[in-house]
């Protein structure tokens, strides 16, 4: 039995380590957020020998028109001397339209990209702008240790990026509510130091049928502050009174905010959106996918509370998919078609046509 961290916990470290501008050492190389890059560290970066290359996922690449020799992502050449409006012009979108040019940009071609992939997914992980510095250093675990850097092995890394942490039950309550007084909540934790997930059990559904069941995503600003330019407020409150009005149901609250990239990068996708991008290319700009999201982390909470099969409250057929194939009937999708307003009909009009929700 040891104290030392496993490599999951070592990870998390990375993570918070990097959206405090930290640096860590990943691999052989050392890897920064781009959005986190402080100027003291930008100036010991140019003294290392090695050539540092600014990682962006592919979608920001195409934005930028820089050329994507690695597939999934592309490394741009970080010349010497570039300064932190350098980098940042080209990991954050907001100035895209006021500043289009950015180049001449240099892509790395040849070589083995893997530090760079697992960079990014880590820096993506930690909720920040998807945009890694990565500088290749010599005897890089020795360089950690002598600097005090958080060192994960790349196998390490990679293994623990694509795993997804089990959710273990922390506690439940009785929650009398609006929607029903006969309401329970249950928290559930992730190993990963990741957020928390809840389950708003209502009355107490037979675990041997399929129960009336919401996989709500976070939406501080719909959910919390009323926001009219999305439709989550009303749907979490319509999905509840269904549930209190048959007596029973389960809700789940899933911290996957904004799609899954965070509140800090949904509302820099509202700023890209005042500026005439809808939903899709906002992220896309930003150099994320869509939907970011991963629905099993929802079927994991049914399954440990006994649930096998919900009768689903979503326009979303993803998540219908994404539930059955992580192992959880759906009898029925129920439709939730609520919350339609001038600010949002757009927004809705574009995910029926782009991402498939049914109007
Ligand atoms: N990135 C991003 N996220 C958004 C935007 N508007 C809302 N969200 C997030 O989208 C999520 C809600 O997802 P929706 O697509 O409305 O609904 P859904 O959960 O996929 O499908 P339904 O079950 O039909 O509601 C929440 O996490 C919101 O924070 C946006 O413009 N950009
Ligand atoms: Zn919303």
Redesign the pocket.
């Known amino acids: 039995m040891s104290f030392a961290p496993d490599p999951v916990e070592i990870t998390a470290r990375a993570r918070a380590d990097l959206r405090m501008g930290v640096p860590v050492v990943l691999g052989n190389a050392l890897v920064l957020a781009a959005e986190t890059l402080g100027a003291e560290r930008l100036h010991a970066l140019h003294a290392l020998e090695g050539a540092p290359v600014l990682v962006l996922s592919e979608r920001r690449a195409q934005t930028l028109k820089a050329r994507c020799y690695d597939g999934d992502l592309a490394r741009i050449s970080i010349p010497e001397g570039a300064n932190l409006r350098w980098i940042r012009a080209l990991a954050d979108p907001k100035d895209d339209l006021s500043v289009p040019m950015k180049g001449p940009l240099i892509a790395e071609r040849g070589g083995d990209v893997d530090v760079h992939r697992a960079a990014l997914a880590l820096v993506k992980s930690a909720h920040l702008l998807p945009a890694a510095i990565v500088s290749p250093i010599p005897a890089a675990s020795a360089f950690a240790a002598n600097t005090r850097l958080t060192y994960v092995s790349l196998p390490a890394a990679q293994e623990v990026l694509k795993a997804r942490s089990p959710l273990h039950p922390v506690v439940q309550a009785r929650l009398p509510m609006e929607a029903s007084e006969a309401g329970r909540l249950h928290i559930f934790r992730p190993d990963d130091g990741g957020e928390e997930h809840y389950a708003i059990e209502v009355g107490r559904p037979d675990r041997t049928r399929p129960v009336l069941s919401r996989?709500?995503?976070?939406?501080f600003?719909?959910d919390v502050l009323g926001s009219l330019?999305?439709?989550?407020g009303p749907?979490l409150r319509a999905a509840l009174a269904q549930m209190g009005a048959e007596g029973e149901g389960l809700f789940l609250y899933l911290n996957?905010?904004?799609?899954g990239?965070g509140l800090a990068?949904?509302m820099r996708?509202?700023s890209l959106?005042d500026q005439g991008f809808d939903?899709v290319e906002?992220?896309h700009r930003l150099g994320f996918e869509d939907d970011e999201r991963d629905f099993r982390l929802g079927a994991d909470i049914l399954s440990s509370l006994g649930f096998s099969a919900v009768r689903l409250?979503?326009?979303?057929p993803r998540?219908v998919e994404m539930m059955r194939a992580s192992g959880i009937e759906v009898t029925e999708r129920v439709p939730?078609i609520v919350g339609e307003n001038r600010h949002n009909a757009a927004?809705l009009a574009v995910?029926a046509r782009k991402?498939g929700?049914l109007l």
């Open positions: 996989l709500h995503s976070a939406c600003t719909g330019k999305c439709d989550c749907q996957q905010e904004g799609r990239i990068n949904k996708a509202y959106q939903t906002a992220n409250l979503t326009n979303n998540k939730l927004y995910k991402s929700h």
